[in-house]
T-cell receptor, first 109, second 114 residues
């Protein structure tokens, strides 16, 4: 079956760095997405990886290793507004998105 | 603002009733996706339409149905509602042909079944 694993919850301190991991087992691979979702709001697109390596976008970076079925989202200089759920999603061989359950990130002052 | 609109924003109804949720995709987007998100749960993919035709089906109950109209807006029909159907329902749209064609989500419809 298809499966995406993320930690359920993480806590970090304002100003620090946090890494959210995602491992996946899917039928084929056509890209991995990270979305941010604040409570009660719509998910918003953060990043996309299809080749191995690191993609950097301001304070956020996303890494992919296809051979290991592994990705992480790195958030630097954490701000209180970064408190949200972070969703990992993989596009499979049928170009369908398989979603992880999300990681709830709590930022403490 | 993602450009995807959903109506209504909130809906309160009783068990056994039927409701229709509406979604208008971003201009130019041909694909529409419907998701259900129960409280503190992950996104559950329900169904996808592409240019008026059903493209993929997820965990959609038989009591639920959807369609996409020629103007590309979509409706999700939920019938014989149960308490467990209370959730946020999101619509998303995407553009085919782009390398990423990430999904853009609407603000959601919060359905409460009492």
């Amino acid at each position: 079956g298809q499966n995406i694993d993320q930690p359920t919850e993480m806590t970090a301190t304002e100003g620090a760095i946090v890494q959210i991991n995602c491992t996946y087992q899917t039928s084929g691979f056509n890209g991995l997405f990270w979305y941010q979702q604040h409570a009660g709001e719509a998910p918003t697109f953060l990043s996309y990886n299809v080749l191995d390596g690191l993609e950097e976008k301001g304070r956020f970076s996303s890494f992919l290793s296809r051979s290991k079925g592994y990705s992480y989202l790195l958030l630097k200089e954490l701000q209180m507004k970064d408190s949200a759920s972070y969703l990992c999603a993989v596009r499979d061989s049928n170009y369908q998105l398989i979603w992880g359950a999300g990681t709830k990130l709590i930022i403490k002052p | 603002d993602s450009g995807v609109t959903q109506t209504p924003k909130h809906l309160i109804t009783a068990t056994g009733q039927r409701v229709t949720l509406r979604c208008s995709p971003r201009s130019g987007d041909l694909s529409v996706y419907w998701y259900q998100q129960s409280l503190d749960q992950g996104l559950q993919f329900l169904i996808q339409y592409y240019n008026g035709e059903e493209r993929a089906k997820g965990n959609i109950l038989e009591r639920f149905s959807a369609q996409q109209f020629p103007d590309l807006h979509s409706e999700l029909n939920l019938s014989s509602l149960e308490l467990g159907d209370s959730a946020l329902y999101f619509c998303a749209s995407s553009v085919p042909g782009l390398a990423t064609y990430e999904q853009y989500f609407g603000p959601g419809t919060r359905l409460t079944v009492t």
